[in-house]
């Protein structure tokens, strides 16, 4: 039976790739709808690239819900330098029109709470945390019916990637991811934490994405169409040949525990001052809390790609190259 998630995202390159992926996985993934929150992109502009991507899916079936516009307290400062002008890798796809998707009415949190006081659904979090924290705010028993909540974000022994210690989607809401961890200890449920530590050893490199061409020209192309921004930005910043997939390793790891390896332990954000939005990882157990978190710090990179290939592929052999082609 496929386990029903809502996504909660900021699309986005990655983001787009982990949607991708996780319809790709119908045995073991059911996407129950998809919303959007302020993040690398405006929240509209990340709503319009949810679509196109369900659009070249040919999902248009699921639900998107516009969700918060700006973080909790803080300015927004969306992440357009990394994903490009159109939030897509300025890949300027075209708009999904109103003929082709009818907007839902409600929001991404009404959304969250209607479900969860039907049933316990899990959510794969890709972005900052605004609209989980907001559904805290409004209904922290609906909170507390979510199954699971898997969340790419913050770092442990990784720098990070808005600061030295801090990773984007925590940095950009640490208020909101503060109040996310902080729920997560007061109900005593673990978060998963798929921070930088693992999600910087996913390299889409050229020559993956030359496989993957091969392979399926079509969703290879399309791959190609929103990442090439992001091989550029990658070039610049770090002289790396290639992109960082951060959010489809969440995705991926929803559904195959042992992809990941880390440790239990409790975890608070920093929420001002120069360490804002980093992940206070208490591994040495100071406190002497219960943990509210599984940090991850190990991951099979080449079975992360076994994976994405023959789901995203729909390959039905495992391909015999990416042994090489991982290295
Ligand atoms: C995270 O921030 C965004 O740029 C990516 O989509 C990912 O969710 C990585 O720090
Ligand atoms: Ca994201």
Redesign the pocket.
Known sequence: MPQKVIIDT?P?I??SLAIMLALSMPEEIEVAGITIAA??APVEMGYGNALKVLKFMDRLDVPVFMGADRPLKRDFVN?LD??GADGLGESFLPEVSEEEYERQEMNAVQFMQETLQREAVSVIA??PLTNLAMLIEKDPCAFGSIREIVS?GGSFRSHG?CSPVA???YWCDPDAAAIVYREMDRIGKMIHMVG?DV?RRIVLTPDLLDYMKRLDPRTGDFTQKITKFYFDFHWEWEHLIGCVI??PLAVAYFARRDLCRGFESYVQIETQGISIGQTVVDSMHFYRHTPNAVVLTEVDTMRFFRTFFTCLLQMEEEPDLLADLCR
């Open positions: 900021d986005g990655d983001d993040g690398n992440a990394t994903h890709l972005g790419m990637n990773e984007y989607n930088l999600t951060n959010d």
